[in-house]
């Protein structure tokens, strides 16, 4: 495995992180979750992302279990706070009440003592930004949370936090978890120019797409059977991908990806971690094989020649934005 620094922190994290989102403690067997999250730890990965909101708390018990067996200090453990956990009206967003709160919740629920990287699931624009980070940097200053980010913020958005830090002498961010793939690309014009500015790191969900860019959809073919499109309480987070235009583009960077000897979902994390602000790529895994094989992304070799083809192919569908 190959560790990166998260954004200009001291912070070491694994290229290859391992994610719980629709899968641990709702799609995947809890057995065949902790069978992952081991291989995945044998293999070196040792950042593991999970959320509190991840089907209302389960994912972060199994997470939790299944890591205990391992030294607190061995793997860097995140998880986020925004989403609905109640229906009562402070049960949601980023106010100090459900900051602290949730917190604590997860860290019962992870049955640890300190949550290495603590997220803002999502900006929230009935809280004031100063109140949020103030939340945060207490949480860190009682060694519950030792870094915090965020997810999905706008570049001014985090320039916003990132001026408030520096005016309140607060600890600052030290990442934000965006999507980011082969075809989702709005973080490279804006988010990464602010991010590096500022010192945060990406770590990166979704890096194949929802699957799309494991090559299994094929234009004009039916949706495989025991594929998460096939899947009806998830199939929602992919239909959008499914269109023959972006299908067909995906197999010809399939044979881009045999050029180099790789499949092609190495080829697309391969391609991810050539930016050099992207700290991690958290794929997710409901298969021992699959965390197998796409850890193998952190070896393929992307030549200027390779990633001009690769340009070439995605300025076919060049505007495509999909639904997530």
């Known amino acids: ?51 509190n909101a991840y089907n ?15 030294p607190r200090d061995s793997y860097v453990l995140a998880t986020k706070v925004y989403f609905p956990m109640g229906d009562g009206p402070n049960d949601r967003g980023l106010s100090r009440k459900h900051i ?17 990287l603590y997220q803002c699931h999502r900006y ?26 965020v997810s999905e913020w706008t570049a001014a958005q985090i ?45 990166v969900f979704s890096p194949l797409a929802q699957g799309i860019l494991t090559g299994k959809y094929k234009p004009g073919n039916q949706i495989p059977g025991e594929s998460r499109a096939a899947n009806a ?26 050029s180099v000897d790789a499949t092609l979902s190495q080829l697309a994390i391969a391609w991810v971690l050539r930016q050099g602000n992207v700290s991690s790529a958290i794929i997710g895994a409901s298969k021992v094989s699959q965390i ?3 850890i193998k992304a952190i070896d393929v070799l992307l030549t200027e020649e390779i990633s001009r083809e690769i340009e070439s192919v995605l300025k076919e569908i060049d505007g495509f934005v999909p639904i997530w």
């Open 1 to 51: 495995m190959k560790y990166r620094h998260l954004g200009n922190s001291g912070l070491k994290v694994s290229e290859i992180g391992l994610g719980s989102w629709l899968t641990y403690g709702n799609a995947t067997e809890k057995q065949i979750a902790v069978d992952c999250i081991d291989r995945a730890y044998e293999l070196g990965i040792n950042f593991f992302d999970t959320a």
């Open 56 to 70: 209302q708390g389960e994912a972060e018990k199994v997470v939790g279990e299944a890591l205990r067996k391992y």
């Open 100 to 116: 602290v709160e949730q917190c604590n919740a997860s860290l019962k629920r992870l049955g640890v003592e300190y949550i290495d």
């Open 124 to 149: 929230d624009v009935n809280t004031p930004l100063e109140e949020t980070l103030r939340a945060l940097d207490d949480l860190i200053a009682q060694g519950k949370v030792l870094y915090a980010g």
């Open 159 to 203: 320039t916003h936090a990132k001026g408030i830090a520096e005016k309140r002498n607060l600890r600052p961010l030290i990442s934000n978890q965006p999507i980011y793939n082969m075809l989702v690309r709005y973080i490279e014009k804006e988010v990464i120019p602010a991010c590096e500015q500022f010192g945060l790191g990406q770590v």
């Open 233 to 258: 309480d998830t199939n929602h987070w992919i239909k959008s991908y499914l269109r023959d235009d972006v299908l067909g583009c995906v197999q010809k960077l399939a044979t881009i990806a045999k």
């Open 292 to 294: 197998e094989e796409n």
